[in-house]
């Protein structure tokens, strides 16, 4: 059945067999989430660890606590990074995957994501935690 639908339609063929080989020897890609600072709300990490998708699973967690000073500092309680800054803390440290940093500080450009590295984003909940929590993502 197989030859006779290639012979007709050779992306059948093409589809079946991609289908079959990324079941097969497709890896799932490796997450690892990294908490910067102190985020003013609890974040369950447990929930977001058992998401299940064929794709991806979360591997590990860090917390980095303790951020250094930001060179745009007001003297007020908004505090904002620049890439360059928080590119310098988050690092992979021989991690193979994803890394995906999480801060509750806003970035010096107004965006909530900013890719780091190769495999590496920051997103930023500073002004959308409420709506987030509210929502309840």
Known sequence: ML???SAVFPPVRHF?????????????????????GNPR??????RIKRTNSKYFEFIAEEYIKTL???TKNDGYLDVEYTV?????IVTSNGFDGV???IMNYRFDD????HRLGVKQACLSIAD????????NI
């Open 41 to 46: 709300h609890k974040l369950d990490l447990k």
């Open 16 to 36: 079946i067999i991609t289908r079959h080989l990324r079941k097969r020897y497709m890896n799932k890609i490796k997450i690892k989430l990294v908490i910067l």
């Open 128 to 135: 959308i935690d409420r709506l987030l929590l509210d929502n």
């Open 84 to 88: 360059e800054e928080i590119s310098s």
């Open 110 to 113: 107004g965006f909530y994501l």
């Open 3 to 5: 030859l006779q639908l």
């Open 68 to 70: 250094p000073e930001p």
């Open 99 to 101: 890394t995906i940093a």
